[in-house]
């Protein structure tokens, strides 16, 4: 993992960009972690939005602690009705 300053970062936009797409990029503020600048070249524009949106992961927590149906389940229900 590669560390910049933000000056470093003003000065090497284009390094920092190149370097982000190999390994996440740790801009520091006053030697501090302030941001991590991640590549996402050649990723798909709608996965990237979701796998950065708070919302969409809350909704995935949420919908992990319900109840849960096993696939023989869901068969034997659809079974059960086609025969109605």
């Known amino acids: 993992m590669k560390t910049v300053s ?3 970062l003003q000065k090497h936009v284009k ?3 190149d370097a982000a ?3 996440k990029v740790v801009i520091t503020r006053k030697g501090k972690p302030a941001a ?3 590549g996402v070249e050649g990723e798909d ?4 939005m979701l796998q ?5 992961w809350k ?9 849960t149906v096993s696939l023989a389940d869901v068969e034997k229900k ?3 009705f086609a025969r109605h």
């Open 78 to 80: 659809a079974k059960k």
């Open 36 to 38: 991590i600048l991640i």
């Open 21 to 23: 797409q190999r390994d």
């Open 15 to 17: 390094d920092s960009m």
């Open 59 to 67: 909704m995935i927590e949420k919908r992990r602690r319900e109840k």
């Open 45 to 48: 524009w709608e996965a990237v």
């Open 6 to 8: 933000v000056r470093e």
């Open 52 to 56: 950065t949106s708070a919302p969409f």
